[in-house]
């Protein structure tokens, strides 16, 4: 009885001596591993829904228009490019869980003495069905 609980020892520690793993192997399956999750998380972020800005300027002067996304870590579309009075410019807003977005139009553009001033104007408003929002900016709204 006693050899034969050393044989089933023997064969317990030589199946769990076969079943090491080396380092590589390790580093190897996480890294697998990572690159799945990432991959993941990648393929959400993606899948957020966003919707197209059209805006007109309505201001008397040419106009810098920034927008800030709060729906996607505030990240900041900077468009340089000068909107002259009447003309349009674009966009994207990302929509939330429960439909809607929440942006801040930062209006760069001159007040009646020439000076440059910011103004802003917050939006959160429902995007229901939409693909695409249109909106008025001028600087009348506050400053910022």
Same mark, same amino acid.
């Given at each position: 009885?006693? &050899? =034969?609980?050393?044989? $089933?020892?023997? +064969? ?13 192997? %390790? /580093?190897?399956?996480? /890294? ?8 993941? *998380?990648? =393929?959400?972020?993606?899948? &957020? !829904?966003?919707?197209? %800005? *059209?805006? *007109?300027?309505?201001? &008397? =002067? ?12 505030? !990240? @900041? $579309?900077?468009? !340089?490019? @000068? ?7 674009? @966009? ?8 809607? %977005?929440?942006?801040? /139009?930062?209006?760069?553009?001159? +007040? ?7 103004? #802003?104007?917050?939006?959160? @408003? ?17 400053? #910022?």
């Amino acid at each position: 009885m006693r &050899k =034969a609980l050393t044989v $089933d020892l023997k +064969n317990v520690l030589l199946s769990l001596h076969r079943m090491e793993f080396s380092m590589r192997q %390790i /580093f190897s399956a996480a /890294f697998i591993v990572m690159i799945a999750l990432a991959s993941l *998380t990648t =393929a959400h972020a993606q899948a &957020k !829904k966003t919707v197209k %800005i *059209t805006y *007109t300027n309505r201001a &008397k =002067a040419e106009v810098q228009v920034y927008t800030i996304d709060h729906n996607n870590g505030h !990240k @900041t $579309d900077e468009n !340089k490019r @000068t909107i002259t009075p009447g003309s349009q410019g674009t @966009t994207q807003a990302t929509v939330d869980s429960g439909g809607y %977005i929440d942006i801040t /139009f930062s209006i760069l553009g001159k +007040n009646d003495k020439n000076v440059s001033e910011y103004h #802003c104007t917050d939006v959160k @408003t429902s995007v229901g069905s939409k693909t695409e929002l249109s909106y008025d900016v001028s600087m009348s709204g506050r400053k #910022c």
